[in-house]
């Protein structure tokens, strides 16, 4: 019914920048907030950056100043331009979406597949 799908990761040496994109696709009859996750080895996930459906933005202290979140309405998307990258962003990416589905009765999260962002010289 519904599917996400990221795209944008890849190998970026320090301090060089990516912009990840997830698009969403299916049975959606509205989206609310959108968010983007990442997983390094070894630890939790942990929230990187997020999107309301009112726009206010929220982000992690780690990414402040490097990292924006946007988000295309029309087009179901959510972005995350990412700059001045770090050896410490590596990690694999997820965006995650709050979506109400047709003939839905409550908002539901659903997840990306994620993508390997690696910052290494």
């Known amino acids: 019914q519904v599917q996400l799908v990221e795209s944008g990761g890849g190998l970026v040496q320090p301090g060089g920048s990516l912009r990840l994109s997830c698009a969403a696709s299916?049975?959606?009859?509205?989206?609310?907030?959108m968010g983007w996750y990442r997983q390094a080895p070894g630890k939790q996930r942990e929230l990187v950056a997020a999107?309301?459906?009112?726009?206010?933005?929220n982000y992690a202290d780690s990414v402040k100043g490097r990292f924006t979140i946007s988000r295309d309405k029309a087009k179901n998307t959510v972005n995350l331009q990412m700059n001045s990258l770090k050896p410490e962003d590596t990690a694999v990416y997820y965006c995650?979406?709050?979506?109400?589905?047709?003939?839905?009765?409550?908002?539901?999260?659903?997840w990306g597949q994620g993508t390997q962002v690696t910052v290494s010289s």
């Open positions: 995650k979406l709050e979506l109400w589905i047709m003939a839905g009765s409550s908002w539901t999260h659903y």
């Open positions: 999107i309301t459906g009112g726009g206010t933005t």
């Open positions: 299916g049975t959606i009859s509205s989206i609310g907030s």
